[in-house]
């Protein structure tokens, strides 16, 4: 049985708007992007409430392969404070999802720094999402935003 032209086109008309109408889906309880504070320039001080301020960045310039995000953070006097809790998340924000890390929790070193391996696989805009916690708090959500 051959479809006829008139009702072939009424189904893709059908199919657009339903794929334009349904909204995305997420993960239930994905932070969205305005969630986030946009970062200032890697290797600043940030402040991190009302008594602390950290300072992050790559170990190396960021590139191709496995890159390492590194954050410091002190207490206002410039002190070392390791109390905190810091999680990551590194993906493509013109794909959302597909290259997405999954929020990982940033390992913490002898030195005090912490740090989180992040997997760039290809060119193009990534945005990695900084979360810091304080004894269970939520103290700040950040997102840095980089070209590759």
């Known amino acids: 049985m051959k479809a ?21 889906v997420s993960a239930p309880g994905a932070p969205s992007p305005k969630d986030f504070i946009t970062l200032g320039k890697p290797g600043g001080k940030i402040a991190l409430g009302a008594g602390h301020y950290f300072v992050y960045g790559f170990t190396k310039p960021a590139k191709i392969g496995t890159a390492i995000m590194k954050v410091e953070i002190f207490t206002r006097d410039g002190k070392r404070d390791t109390s905190f809790i810091v999680k990551g998340d590194a993906d493509m924000p013109s794909m959302r999802g597909v290259h997405s890390t999954g929020d ?26 900084l979360t810091f916690l304080k004894e269970g708090k939520k103290v700040l959500r950040g997102a840095y935003l980089f070209d590759l």
């Open 4 to 24: 006829s032209t008139p009702s072939l086109l009424a189904a893709l008309a059908v199919a657009a708007l339903l794929a334009w109408a349904i909204p995305s």
């Open 104 to 129: 990982k929790d940033f390992a913490l070193s002898k030195k005090g720094d912490y740090l989180l391996p992040i997997p760039l696989v290809m060119p193009g805009d990534w945005e990695v999402r």
